[in-house]
């Protein structure tokens, strides 16, 4: 096994070239309510794909959002997804429902969480619609929401994308364990956090817990570690990634989220996916999730600047590289 700790490929972001192949992105778009020990936020917009797109959007202007929101959901929070170039032409509006609503809280580490409330709302019926400028889209991110709505887009797609990459939580697994399954076999990369990691595979290993999804299907496993990082496994190679040690996190709401943007964000520029290229995507993603994590809500991502990025990018590397002599 070759666990490589240090060696990924970082250029500098006139990368982002906007010559990307376009990204499907489906996932909730929702109203959240946080708590953290630094504050408490009322309704403010929220969702997996709104984390996803904004996230991604920094490196490519093909993000085709898929979602459903209620008529209570603003229409300024769609025109901040516009304004970073998301098609929301897939974008359902219902308007006599109510948009998707989660409410988290916090433990003091800012490591765990308990989620207080989840009203399903909008997504309870939500049946996912592909506008034919999305048919072929190369790249797939089946963002957290029902594995079985998850499953009708791959089902929808006129041709077979590139790569499809799927996130799930434990919710999913507790309500709907054999449609996960059925969804799974049929992606390519799984994206999950540690603690899902073992719920799904019954194994305190993550090791061996990546071992088991590779057999369910995934060619590549991305286990996320919060504050520790994230974990990338294909075959018998692992690379490991680190997050950024922050003084202050001060809401890690979106953060996963927001990793999955930066690293399919960055795979939709590359012709060739490889592991190498992998693992420059597992860096980007952690940069990413640690801009999300030190404002409350969608801040960060709504105002990044690419100098900062391209600067955050640079301490990663210096992060994680080391003279063996
Ligand atoms: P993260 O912190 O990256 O794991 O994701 C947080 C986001 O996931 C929040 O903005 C929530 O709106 C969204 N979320 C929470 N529970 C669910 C669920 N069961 N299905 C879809 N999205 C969810």
Redesign the pocket.
């Known amino acids: 096994m070759n666990i490589d700790t240090r060696n990924f490929k970082l250029c500098d972001l006139q990368w982002i070239t906007f010559a990307a192949m376009s990204l499907l992105v489906i ?2 778009v ?3 309510a946080i708590e953290t020990p630094f504050g408490k936020t009322d309704k403010i917009i ?3 794909a ?2 996803i797109s904004l996230s991604s959007s920094y490196f490519t202007d093909q993000v085709k959002l898929v979602a459903v929101v209620g008529g209570d959901f603003p229409k300024e929070d769609i025109k901040l997804l516009e304004d970073h170039g998301v098609d929301t032409e897939g974008l359902q509006i219902k308007e006599d429902e109510k948009s ?1 609503f ?1 409410s ?1 809280k916090y433990h003091n580490d800012m490591n765990s969480r308990d ?1 207080l409330v ?1 009203e ?1 709302n909008v ?1 309870e019926n939500f049946d996912p619609i592909l506008p034919a400028s999305y048919q072929s889209s190369e790249y797939v991110m089946l ?4 594995p079985d709505v998850q499953r009708k887009v791959i089902e929808r797609m006129d041709t077979k994308p590139k790569l499809i990459a799927l996130d799930t ?1 434990n ?2 697994m507790d309500i709907a364990l054999e449609e996960l399954h059925k969804t799974i076999a049929m992606v390519d990369v799984l994206i999950i ?1 540690d603690e899902e990691a073992r719920q799904l595979t019954d194994q305190y290993s993550l090791v061996k817990a990546a071992q088991i999804i590779h057999e369910m299907g995934p060619k590549y496993v991305i286990i996320k570690k919060g504050e520790h990082g994230a974990l990338l496994f294909h075959k018998n190679q692992i690379f490991c990634a680190p997050a950024l040690p922050l003084e202050n996190v001060f809401d ?9 943007g930066g690293f399919v964000g960055h795979l939709s520029q590359c012709k060739n996916v490889s592991f190498e290229e992998m693992k420059t995507a597992t860096i980007i993603g952690s940069a990413m999730a640690s801009f999300t994590v030190q404002k409350f809500g969608t801040k960060s991502l709504e105002e990044l600047i690419l100098p900062e990025l391209n600067e955050r990018l640079d301490i990663f590397k210096s992060l994680t590289e080391f003279e063996l002599t």
């Open positions: 996932g909730s929702a109203f959240d929220g969702g997996a709104t984390y998707f989660w988290g989620t989840t399903l997504l963002g957290n929401l029902s939580m919710f999913w956090n890690p709401t979106g953060a996963g989220d927001s990793f999955i």
